[in-house]
């Protein structure tokens, strides 16, 4: 076993040998070897993080015909850095009546609900935090997290458009966690497993293959956890100023910021792990773990760059539609589709590969078909009922 | 390792702790944190005795799961009720509410 | 398919035709006669594949189509239903496919399709026309919808009683037509003589009806089935004919024949039942039709005729059927000479020829009788439908004029319409020289001329006069018909402005007229057509009975006879009427004969009145009110009597005082001083529960276990 | 002491110390927030009793939601940010005398019972107790009925809790 097929643990066994060495109880060796794991984990995710913020701007200008940053550094790379210490530096202002204490524990509670996500990732096949036998359903935990702290966020900045965007979001991630936790159960139901290293091995074709509709679902309630465009009401700045996080300065608000955006990558992996084979790639992550982890990323970056597409494309939905196309449309047909699928997943159990394949993309097809179909004769006749009650008025004018 | 009773007391204390709530809190939302403070010590005690028992006869975890159900649609009725107390009463006071006195 | 299967179809699309309207089609006009036509179109289309099926079987009456379902359990054995077609009922189908398609069209015309609603017409009422761009045209039947679906239904029952293999079934199909018959006799239910003439109806078929019940329900005891096959095998039929019954010393067949008969004389409006079917004539026409040529009063001929076999066994039976039919040739006959109204002519017209048919079954003519039936049912179908024309061209005279005292249905009013109504009138002609007899062209000769030759030649001397004076009656009237309706002048302003009916109602009578002239031909006896042409009628339908009837043999009296009433009622009417200008003038308005012999009277003073005076005087006034009445309201005293002293003696100082008074103070007592517990507060309840659990389980926990 | 011990010691206190925060706190905003540290802390002492589908359930069903709930009602119910008044009723000495009571006599009872200081086994190897519970879950022989009358019931209460709190004087807007 060499640093280059499992450089995790040999990295962890020399520590731990090196710890025990100075004489250290065994125990407790292990426990500092582990915090160690987590910190360093942290660290290169913060790096990351810090890398986003220039990837963000870098594109968002690129979608609007700009250049984005690029004084600072080659490319502007250096720009991320000169905004932290510009944040840093800021005052850091508390309001007046808030409550100190949850005020100052939400942005932290926000960026542990991204960071401890990444306790579950499997980065390479034997490199991840954990191998948790319930990882899917952390997901959804985590995310369980992250609203807490905007709720905290929204009540403790004591003002009304902070409490106000808390609810709206609030509101949104708890309702859009149901088609998402819905649909996570399609990679459970193929895979058998919740385990997230054994629905990644079970994918030796793409999940996304046969169940795209359910991978459009995960996405669309991801981008509505995640709080982002068309889904950003929290922060809608026309009618909310800017949120939950209107009171916040500095590297507070920057942890929020931070918090979003590794977020939204966060997102861009599972969604690559669930629906996109994770690290694998033409078996090339049999190769090196380091090449896994280069793959896992390149494939996050990608489910992040259609997180930033659809951001940067659409409007803003109104928050009565949002959750009326959350109740109306998207939880049932996670509903249907999960019903579907299992239905599928059962009849096909002992039928070729191809025709599991083709059963499965023609289940998900007919079942948006019909939804869509449903949803379309419900909006017409939504309009001629609007329409038709319109008439009367005319004419008694 | 952990002795059965260290778990049994913890489940007690809590639901010592969530009763007093339930008897001595005012604010009828208070009074419903205490019963699910109750209701996490009956958890804790059926999941222990999952795993100290059979870990093969699931009705522990079972039943803790169903004890879920049962909170969720608990709270949200009783949520509800509070909520419709406040609307019609002006008050969450659960002492307030006592129309039902001779 | 099937030729079982297909037969089993066939009562279906009017069934579905007549829930499908009621259901869902009621308010469309359009889709309502769209459905209905089509029924009929259908059923009519499987009856005529049927009855091509039957013609290319050798022995069909030894091998019918038969097929049967079990249906009723009863007790250890089924009860079965099913379908049959022998040569009977594959003739019967026949005509009755034809006349019901035919009168379905008709009625598209007949109830002004495509008009426009009325201005004042009310549901209930005939149409009474509509005025558009200052004229007044007919306007379409309010209730248009409606009667395809009574007509469906009650085509429905009558495929159901043609194809069914058993008694029962055929009951049911003659039952579901008396409802209808009802129902379209009062169709117009705003006339109060269309409500009466509905309930008369319905009542007086219902007397044989229940006879008819009696007779099935005898028969079944007596075989224990009531499958035409079972009942009709030899062995079955001579233990029937050996059975006595005590009854007036008629045998068990005889008993049943002659219950079944007097059902047929309820339908068929046999004298002495035939009150009611004068009286349909207030239904719309195509029911008069439907009544009196398709369906309901040939069903009663067809009953007997199927029944013959049993019928036959008992001659005192034979006799009364004999007797009857021919006595209600005449009867009818002798009324209808002095009928003004077009379609009361008819009515009892048609009477006289149903107590033809009856006649000839009861001297065993049984062929005859059947022919008379078939061709009897195109013309007289054919005359209704012509005179519902003529009364429809009528009222658009009528509705020309303004004038509505005159009365369309009056021949006297009438006049001239040949040339008015030129396909009504050749149409109409056809049908009265059938219906009387007119020589060798007519079918209605045919027919008629084996009735009289079978009477002669089995010496039947009676029957033979009486009916050849009726059948010299009937062409007298027809002709008085004809001419006063059609020859000569106009005699009023509305006669002058009749006109054409539609196609709708023109095509029917050209079909129609096409069957009254040509399905004479297929009975032609072998004297007539030489021997050329085998008379296939006789072969075809003779082979039902298990004694093969031989062909006449050629005898000049019974020719002669017809030859002469025919020719010789027809001369007389027509010059007897030929200058008639009104009623007055028409010497043949006897009181009598216009009164229908009094029989209206007669029954409502045998029957009516004394069943009035027995509801209203007998029970409603001295049993009810006073015997019955009389005894509650001695109860009525005596109760409150009783009740006061357990009151005052009991209930009050007792029961009241000191259990009620009693424990309601206890209670008080106890609720007062339990009251400071109950402070409403859920928290103090809980406490107060909790310690009390606490200190019961404590106690529990030291006594039980310690 | 073991590991394990000293870990089910911290989180033992952790948990009943927030409980105990949750019933006295008077901001009723922090007693829901105390709550949620509660849950936190039951839902480890799940994980210490490798129920891991039950931990993390716990995560989802009481903080992600039940305790959002809280929180979504607390803040409905008031008039203004602060709890004013006493938080506790005239008789809450009756009710730690209760609380009390009922603690002395559980551990009385519990004391004697013979599986009181039982220790666990291992978990055999390969324990997949996912698998197990769903089968336990919906299977016929074992617990598919009290699950669909659980659903029955969160319908129920789905459907009492949208009627009773709803404010017909409100009406709906979008009519």
């Known amino acids: ?217 995960f996405l669309v309630a991801a981008i509505a956890e995640l709080g982002r465009a068309p889904f950003d009401l929290a922060e809608g700045e026309s009618e909310l100023v800017s949120g939950f996080n209107i009171e916040y300065s500095g590297m507070k608000f920057g942890m929020f910021y931070a918090g979003e955006l590794l977020h939204a990558f966060t997102f861009g992996g599972f969604w690559a792990i669930l629906f996109f084979g994770g690290y694998r790639f033409l078996g090339l992550e049999q190769v090196s773990p380091f090449l896994a982890i280069l793959i896992l990323i390149i494939k996050a970056m990608l489910g992040y760059w259609v997180i930033m597409w659809v951001k940067y494309t659409m409007m803003r939905i109104r928050i009565d539609q949002m959750l009326a196309f959350n109740w109306k449309f998207l939880t049932p047909l996670a509903f249907a589709l999960l019903l579907v699928t299992a239905l599928m997943n059962a009849l096909l159990a002992s039928a070729p590969a191809w025709l599991y394949t083709l059963g499965m993309i023609l289940a998900n097809i007919v079942t948006g078909w019909i939804a869509i179909e449903i949803a379309r004769s419900a909006t017409r006749s939504e309009r001629e009922h609007i329409e038709g009650g319109k008439k009367p008025a005319e004419a008694h004018h | 390792m952990v002795p059965h009773s260290w778990y049994l007391i913890l489940a007690a204390a809590l639901f010592s702790v969530g009763m007093f709530g339930v008897l001595a809190r005012r604010n009828a939302v208070a009074i419903l944190l205490g019963v699910e403070l109750m209701l996490n010590a009956v958890n804790i005690n059926l999941v222990s005795f999952w795993r100290y028992s059979d870990v093969f006869s699931m009705s522990g975890q079972v039943f803790s799961i169903i004890v879920f159900a049962v909170t969720a649609a608990e709270v949200s009725v009783g949520l509800a009720l509070v909520i419709s107390m406040y609307r019609r009463r002006n008050t969450v006071i659960a002492n307030d509410v006592d129309m039902l006195k001779f | 398919m099937t030729t079982e299967l297909l037969i089993w179809l066939i009562p279906l699309p009017p069934a579905l035709a007549f829930f499908l309207i009621v259901l869902f089609t009621n308010r469309s006009k359009m889709l309502s006669h769209t459905l209905g036509v089509g029924a009929a179109f259908l059923s009519w289309l499987g009856g005529m594949v049927i009855f091509a099926r039957a013609l290319g079987v050798e022995h069909l009456a030894e091998h019918p189509f038969e097929s049967a379902v079990n249906w009723l359990a009863t007790g250890d054995s089924y009860l079965k239903i099913g379908v049959l077609l022998d040569p009977l009922s594959a003739t019967t189908l026949f005509f009755v496919a034809w006349t019901i398609f035919m009168i379905f069209l008709y009625s598209v015309g007949y109830h002004n399709f495509g008009q426009p609603e009325g201005d004042h017409d009310h549901a209930g009422l005939p149409p009474h026309g509509a005025t558009v761009h200052g004229h007044t045209v007919p306007s379409v039947e309010p209730m248009y919808s409606r009667f395809f679906a009574f007509l469906a239904l009650f085509a429905f029952g009558m495929y159901v009683l043609v194809v069914s293999d058993n008694v029962l079934t055929m009951f049911v199909g003659w039952e579901i037509m008396g409802l209808c018959s009802y129902l379209l006799i009062g169709f117009w239910y705003g006339k109060e003589s269309a409500r009466n003439a509905a309930i008369k109806a319905f009542m007086t078929t219902r007397v044989g009806d229940v006879f008819m019940l009696l007779g099935i329900a005898f028969l079944y005891s007596v075989t224990g089935s009531l499958s035409f096959k079972d009942i009709f095998r030899e062995e079955v039929l001579h233990a029937l004919a050996s059975v006595p019954t005590g009854i007036l010393g008629l045998s068990a067949a005889g008993l049943i024949g002659l219950l079944l008969f007097i059902g047929t004389i309820g339908k068929s409006a046999q004298f002495p039942l035939h009150v009611w079917l004068p009286d349909a004539m207030e239904g719309p026409t195509p029911v008069s039709a439907m009544i009196h040529a398709a369906t309901m009063v040939s069903a009663g001929v067809y009953a007997v005729i199927r029944m013959f076999p049993i019928i036959s066994l008992d001659e005192k039976t034979m006799t009364f059927v004999a007797f009857i039919g021919a006595f209600t040739a005449l009867f009818a006959a002798t009324i209808a000479v002095a009928q003004n109204d ?210 006449l043999a050629f005898n000049i009296v019974p020719l002669a006879t017809s030859l002469f009433v025919a020719l010789g009622g027809l001369t007389l009417g027509y010059f007897a009427y030929r200058n008639v200008r009104s009623s007055a003038e028409d010497r043949l308005q006897i009181s009598v004969l216009k009164n229908k012999w009094y029989f209206d009277e007669l029954y409502n003073f045998l029957f009516i009145k004394p069943a009035i005076w027995f509801s209203e005087v007998f029970v409603s006034k001295w049993m009810d009110q006073g015997v019955i009445d009389g005894i509650l309201h001695l109860f009525g005293p005596a109760t409150g009597g009783v009740g006061g002293a357990i009151r005052n003696y009991i209930d009050l100082p007792v029961i009241n005082r000191f259990f009620g008074d009693g424990s309601a103070e206890v209670t008080w007592w106890f609720g007062k001083n339990l009251r400071p517990i109950q402070t409403g507060r859920i928290q103090q309840y809980l406490l107060l529960t909790l310690i009390v659990i606490f200190v019961i389980s404590g106690l529990l926990y030291f006594l039980l276990m310690a | 002491m073991t590991a394990q011990q000293i870990i089910f010691i911290l989180i033992a206190l952790f948990t009943l110390g927030s409980a105990v925060m949750v019933v006295t706190t008077r901001n009723l905003v922090h007693a829901a927030l105390w709550l949620v540290s509660t849950l936190f802390g039951v839902a480890a002492v799940y994980a210490l009793l490798n129920a891991n589908f039950i931990a993390v359930v716990q995560v989802v069903i009481y903080i992600g939601a039940i305790a959002i709930l809280f929180i979504f009602a607390v803040m409905l119910t008031r008039k203004d940010m602060r709890d004013a008044g006493p938080q506790i009723n005239k008789n809450w000495w009756a009710g730690v005398l209760v609380s009390l009571l009922v603690f002395g006599g559980l551990v009385y009872m519990l004391r004697e019972w013979s599986g009181f200081t039982k220790t666990a086994s291992e978990l055999p190897p390969g324990f997949d107790s996912i698998g197990l519970l769903g089968e336990a879950l919906v299977s016929p022989n074992a617990y598919v009925l009290p699950f669909e009358v659980a659903s029955v019931l969160l319908l129920a209460a789905l459907v009492g809790a949208v009627y009773v709190a709803f404010n017909p004087r409100a009406g709906n807007s979008d009519k």
Request: glycine share 8%; hydrophobic share 55%; aromatic share 12%.
């Open chain 1, 1 to 217: 076993m060499s640093f280059w097929n499992d450089p995790l643990k040999v990295a962890a066994d020399w520590l731990e040998g090196v710890f025990t060495g100075w004489g250290m109880n065994a125990d407790a060796a292990h426990v500092l070897v582990a915090f160690l794991g987590v910190f360093l984990l942290i660290a290169i995710l913060m790096v990351i993080d810090i890398f986003l913020v220039w990837v963000e701007r870098k594109v968002v200008a690129r979608f609007q015909d700009r250049l984005g940053p690029n004084r600072v550094g080659p490319f502007g790379l250096i720009q991320p850095f000169a905004d932290i210490i510009k944040l840093i530096i800021k005052e850091d202002t508390t309001p007046g009546n808030a409550d100190k204490v949850v005020y100052n524990l939400a942005p932290i509670l926000s960026m542990m609900s991204v960071l401890i996500l990444w306790a579950v990732v499997p980065l390479a096949p034997v490199m991840l935090g954990t191998d948790l036998n319930v990882g899917a359903l952390f997901l959804i935990a985590a995310g369980a997290i992250g609203t807490l702290s905007i709720i905290m966020a929204g009540w403790a900045s004591n003002n009304k458009f902070a409490l106000i965007g808390g609810f709206r979001q609030v509101a949104v991630m708890v309702s859009f966690e149901i088609p998402m936790l819905t649909v996570l159960m399609i990679p459970v139901i193929f895979a058998e497993s919740m385990n997230m290293n054994a629905i990644i091995a079970a994918q030796s074709t793409w999940y996304f293959l046969i169940s795209p509709l359910g991978a459009l679902i």
């Open chain 3, 342 to 551: 077009i379609k009361r002519v008819l009515a009892y017209s048609t009477i006289s020829q149903l107590g033809f048919m009856i006649a000839a079954l009861g001297i065993h003519a049984y062929v005859a009788a059947t022919f008379h039936l078939v061709t009897h049912a195109f013309f007289k179908a054919l005359l209704f439908l012509g005179s519902g024309s003529v009364i429809h061209g009528m009222e658009h005279g009528v509705l020309h004029t303004g004038n509505h005292k005159v009365d369309p249905q009056d021949m006297f009013n009438m006049g001239g319409l040949r040339k008015k109504m030129p396909i009504t009138f050749w149409t109409f002609l056809v049908g009265g020289f059938a219906l009387s007899g007119f020589p060798v062209l007519t079918a209605g000769f045919w027919s008629k001329d084996e009735i009289l030759a079978d009477a002669w030649a089995h010496g039947h001397t009676i029957v033979f006069f009486t009916l050849a004076f009726a059948a010299f009656l009937t062409a007298f009237y027809t002709m008085r018909q004809i001419t006063l309706t059609f020859l000569g002048e106009a005699r009023t302003e509305e006669a002058k402005h009749a006109q054409e009916t539609p196609w709708t109602m023109t095509t029917p009578l050209v079909v129609l007229s096409v069957f009254a002239v040509g399905y004479g031909w297929v009975g032609m006896p072998h004297w007539a057509t030489g021997g050329l042409v085998p008379n296939w009628f006789h072969e075809f339908v003779g082979s039902m009975l298990h004694e093969h009837a031989e062909e």
